[in-house]
């Protein structure tokens, strides 16, 4: 079975730190922190920001200054103040059962990002003293939550996005710059063990919680395996979020309440397993419109892409030369007559599709159907 390469393992091997040894120049390694022990200071240090730190002002475009109560002052914190809600999220990371604060200045209008995909945001970080370590200056920049890619972003990000949405774009202006309205914005208050944890960048001190206000424009779907099926629909209970377990050194005892996507439970998650359902058929092979489904078939528009979207999509009307209308969508295992009637189904005599076989609600799409050896013809 042709399955997905364990390419991101080498990415888990950073396990410690080098730093400079004071008596001599000759670099020593030091174990990392405990996260539990971390997460208890930083959690303690991130308490009493909450409590210490008011929210001055909110602009209308969603920017948000911080300041620290002065001494004396009638100001009410963060933490007690209720005109914007201070929300937790419980992440799983590290053995570490994070509670994870962020407030919500604006939920936005559009869609949810997966935990995978790429959003365009912009944003402000910040440490709990309140030096400013790196700004987008509202200027929106393209990250990859993906946690395994290259380009990625910190896992606090990841958890922390898929609860926004995004806004709407208003029309470009002359100079093509796009402005967005009604998008997402939010403040997340990040413990270490979220962030860079142990590895100082530039001005983040090491261990260091980290503060990021932040704007959620715009999204890009991603599929990770490239089998034409996009990450978000291999969200299969649709809670907004993909893990991969077999990393183990994030997710050694995941809770029951977290869930791997992953249909034929074979460890790999279906969104980097190029074969959903383990039947030895790949995915991409199994969601490819056969080439006289594709079109105009018996007066019938079929859709003009060669895979077959989730559920069917309308045309895009931001995209007036491709009619992206897909009325039919990942097929069920066939249900139409047998190519010989009389002799049992089988690879040489496969069951035809019928149109419902393409549209009926509730299908169990031939992807996600173990029991069902794709017909190769
Ligand atoms: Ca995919
Ligand atoms: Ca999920
Ligand atoms: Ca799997
Ligand atoms: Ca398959």
Redesign the pocket.
């Known amino acids: 079975m042709n399955k997905f390469k364990y390419y991101f393992i080498l990415l888990l091997a950073s396990i410690a730190i080098v730093s400079c040894n004071k008596d001599n120049d000759d670099p020593e390694t030091v174990p990392l922190r405990d996260y539990k022990e971390q997460y208890a200071a930083d959690n303690d240090s991130i308490v009493k920001y909450l409590k210490t730190n008011y929210i001055k002002s909110v602009s209308a475009d969603f920017d948000i200054v911080i300041e620290k109560i002065p001494a004396g002052g009638s100001q009410v914190s963060i933490m007690d103040q209720t005109t914007y809600p201070l929300q937790t999220r419980e992440v799983y990371n590290h053995d570490v059962t994070y509670k994870v604060y962020y407030l919500t200045l604006n939920k936005g209008v559009g869609l949810s990002p997966l935990n995978t995909d790429r959003v365009n945001v912009a944003y402000t970080g910040s440490l709990l003293n309140g030096t400013v370590f790196d700004s987008s200056y509202s200027v929106s920049r393209s990250f990859e939550l993906y946690m395994y890619s290259s380009q990625s972003v910190i896992d606090g990000w990841g958890e922390i996005f898929p609860q926004f949405k995004t806004g709407t774009a208003n029309a470009a202006s002359p100079d093509g710059t796009i402005t967005y309205k009604d998008y997402g914005a939010g403040v997340m208050f990040l413990p270490s063990g979220l962030g860079y944890y142990g590895n100082g960048i530039d001005n983040i001190p090491a261990y260091s919680p980290l503060v990021f206000s932040f704007k959620l424009f715009d999204l890009q779907r991603l599929d990770h395996d490239g089998d034409g099926v996009l990450d978000i629909d291999e969200d299969l209970n649709r809670d907004g979020y993909i893990y991969d377990f077999r990393d183990t050194a994030r997710y050694p005892t995941p809770p029951a309440t977290m869930v791997a996507d992953d249909t034929d439970k074979d460890g790999i998650p279906d969104y980097v397993d190029t074969?959903?359902?383990?039947?030895?058929?790949?995915?991409y092979y199994?969601v490819t419109k056969p080439t006289n489904q594709v079109g105009w078939v018996d007066g019938v528009f079929n859709g003009v892409s060669t895979y077959y979207p989730w559920d069917p999509v309308a045309d895009n009307p931001n995209t007036p030369n491709t009619d992206e209308t897909e009325p039919r969508g990942i097929p069920r295992r066939p249900t139409g007559p047998l190519k010989t009637e009389g002799q049992p189904e089988s690879i040489v005599n496969p069951r035809s599709f019928l149109p419902a076989d393409y549209t009926a609600a509730g299908r169990l799409r031939i992807?996600l159907d173990k029991s069902y050896p794709?017909q190769k013809q």
């Open positions: 074969d959903d359902d383990g039947d030895g058929f790949s995915t199994e992807h794709y």
